[in-house]
């Protein structure tokens, strides 16, 4: 039996097999579109919170893990990559470094946790904390909540709590950040 006889049966048949019922809807006349896998990286907002009730963005951000803690917590890193101040040395960057209760990056996306920075008294070196106009100013975390979001690619970090703002010419003070910092997750 020849290629084209075999096609001819198999129309053949298909044809004869699919009698249309007066009810059903029509078949679609054309294939739904696939989408094949792309290799290139999503593209994620820009990351926004409020200080003191005024909007501040801040680039897109990088969460590694360090598995320097004990068994079922790991430290979580979210952070600016040093590119940002290249392109912009005024721009606003992050580093915050917090133990969280999971095994790995898969537990991520549904956790959470507390910061609790120095107190006021201490001395307030720290490279922990939001970084304003090219690190002049620093929100150093005192009181703050974080609750993850997302996959295993790509995180929400939803922060609210009070850091002390520092600043070389100013006061320092406690102010309110709450906001929602986007990261990839460096694997």
Known sequence: MTDKTLVAIVLALSVVGCKRSSDAPPA???MPATTSPTTEPVSLPT????????????PTCRIKLDDTTSAGSVTVVLYT????LVDDRTANTVLLSMPVSVDDVTE???SSCHITGQSKDAENDTPNGLFLNGSTIQLVPIDVDVTFTGDAHVITATISGTFNRLALDAKERDVVVKGVL????DQ
Request: net charge negative; no cysteine; aromatic share 4%.
């Open 28 to 30: 679609p006349t054309t």
């Open 47 to 58: 990351s926004v919170v409020t200080i003191d009730g005024s909007p501040t963005a801040f």
């Open 81 to 84: 990559d040093d590119a940002a």
């Open 108 to 110: 991520l996306p549904s």
């Open 182 to 185: 986007s990261a990839r997750v």
